[in-house]
C-alpha cells in the first residue's frame, strides 16, 4: 500500500510538472495563423432582407434620393465621352466649367487668372443624358473626392503638356488653349492660349485635380510645377455649375486641330 501512494504521489508530481512545462512552453510561442479559408458570397435581389434593418434605414434612404434626384438643369443632347477623337462635348463642357471656377477663385485669392485647364478623360465616369439633370448627375460624373487645384507651369512645361497630349491620342478635357498638329499628327504647328502664341519664358496657371498633380495618369509635367489648392471638390463644381444654368451648352469648338 505504501509503495502504491509512493506511486501516485510521485505520478501526480510528473502531471503537475509536465502541465507547468506545457503551459510555459505556450505562453513563449507567438500565436500564428497556418491558413484562412474563405469563399466569394455574391449580393443580388435574390438576398433574403431583413426587415428591421430597411424599416430603420428607410427614412435615410428617402432623404438621400430626394436630394439626388432634385432637378438642377436641362441637357438639350446626350454628351457622351466616347464620342470624339481629339476632344468630346462632354469632356469640353467639363474643362470649361472647371476652368472657368477656377479662374474666378484663384482671381479672388491671388489676383492673377487661370490660363488652361486640364483634366482626364478616365475621370468623366459617366454620361450627361438628355434631358433633365439632377444632382445624382454629378455624382455620377465625378464619384471620386478628387480637389480642383491650380499649378503654376513654365512655358517649357506646357510643351511638355502638349506633347503629352499627343503621344496619348485620348480626348482629354482641355480648355483655354488651342494646339495646331501636322496632318499626322505625330507634333504641333502651334500652341496659343488665350488667344495668343505660347511664351516660353512665361508662367502659365493651370486649373486641374490634385490626383493629377501627383503624377495621376503619367502627367508628370505638373510635379514640376507650384500647386495652390482652392479646397474645391470637382464634384461640388459640376453641382453648382447645375445649379446656376438653365439649359447646359453643348460646346463643339476644337480645342485640338489636325492640318
Not at 510538472?17 to 491558413?35: E, G
Not at 507651369?153 to 503638356?161: D, H, N, W
Amino acid at each position: 500500500m505504501l509503495k502504491q501512494k509512493n506511486y501516485n504521489a510521485a505520478l501526480t508530481q510528473f502531471v503537475s510538472i509536465l502541465t507547468l512545462f506545457l503551459v510555459i512552453s505556450c505562453a513563449t510561442q507567438k500565436p500564428y495563423v497556418s491558413k484562412i479559408e474563405g469563399k466569394q458570397i455574391g449580393i443580388t435581389n435574390t438576398n433574403p432582407q431583413t426587415p428591421a434593418i430597411e424599416e430603420f434605414i428607410k427614412p435615410y434612404r428617402e432623404n438621400i434620393d430626394k436630394d439626388m434626384n432634385q432637378i438642377l438643369a436641362y441637357a438639350p443632347e446626350t454628351m457622351d465621352k466616347s464620342k470624339g477623337e481629339w476632344q468630346t462635348t462632354i469632356g469640353s463642357l467639363q474643362a470649361d466649367i472647371t476652368l472657368a471656377t477656377a479662374n474666378k477663385l484663384f482671381l479672388k485669392r491671388e489676383n492673377k487668372p487661370v490660363d488652361i485647364c486640364l483634366l482626364n478623360h478616365g475621370g468623366i465616369r459617366s454620361m450627361i443624358s438628355k434631358g433633365n439633370v439632377t444632382t445624382r448627375t454629378a455624382f455620377e460624373l465625378m464619384p471620386f473626392e478628387n480637389e480642383l487645384v491650380v499649378v503654376a507651369l513654365k512655358g517649357q512645361q506646357i510643351v511638355e503638356m502638349v506633347n503629352y497630349l499627343i503621344s496619348e491620342k485620348k480626348p482629354h478635357p482641355l480648355a483655354g488653349m488651342e494646339i495646331v498638329l501636322n496632318k499626322d499628327a505625330s507634333s504641333y504647328k502651334s500652341i496659343t492660349i488665350q488667344g495668343k502664341p505660347l511664351d516660353i519664358n512665361k508662367t502659365y496657371y493651370v486649373a486641374t485635380n490634385d490626383y493629377l498633380y501627383n503624377g495621376g495618369d503619367s502627367m508628370n509635367f505638373f510635379k514640376k510645377g507650384t500647386m495652390t489648392s482652392l479646397d474645391y471638390k470637382l464634384r461640388n463644381v459640376w453641382i453648382d455649375y447645375f445649379k446656376e444654368t438653365d439649359t447646359i451648352p453643348v460646346p463643339r469648338n476644337k480645342r485640338i486641330i489636325v492640318e
